[in-house]
């Protein structure tokens, strides 16, 4: 029997049929990653880079920042940046470190104490 005929349109069958399928939405929509959604909460972190006691909670905050991402946008508002000063007004900053969680449009939700704050106690006040 001679194979060679009928191997070569089943051959360029199968490779077609492959094509698609690895051309397939639904293929491609379960390799697809979940779509990550920007957090509701910011944690801003008032702060002189220059002071030690800010130094400290900056090392905290690293530390957890695997833990923080999916929870807050942390942003460093800095006595050093001109640019940030109106911040410290706005919120009425007068002791640092200082963190304060403010929802997406910038409303105050909690206020820490000022000072040092644990990971731990950070990390619940978001989860609130």
Request: aromatic letters at 8%; charged letters at 20%.
């Amino acid at each position: 029997m001679n194979y060679g005929i009928v191997t070569r349109p089943f051959l360029l069958a199968l490779i077609l049929a492959v094509s698609a399928l690895a051309a397939s939405p639904v293929k491609n929509a379960l390799k697809a990653e979940p779509q990550k959604t920007a957090p509701e909460k910011t944690l801003l972190f008032f702060m002189n880079p220059n002071g030690g006691p800010c130094q400290r909670q900056l090392s905290i905050l690293d530390g957890i920042s695997d833990s923080l991402a999916p929870l807050a946008r942390v942003i460093h508002v800095k006595t050093t940046n001109d640019e940030d000063l109106p911040k410290f007004r706005q919120y009425g900053i007068r002791g640092l470190p200082f963190l304060l969680i403010t929802d997406k449009r910038g409303k105050e939700i909690y206020r820490f104490s000022p000072g040092i704050q644990p990971a731990e106690t950070v990390l619940k006040a978001l989860k609130k």
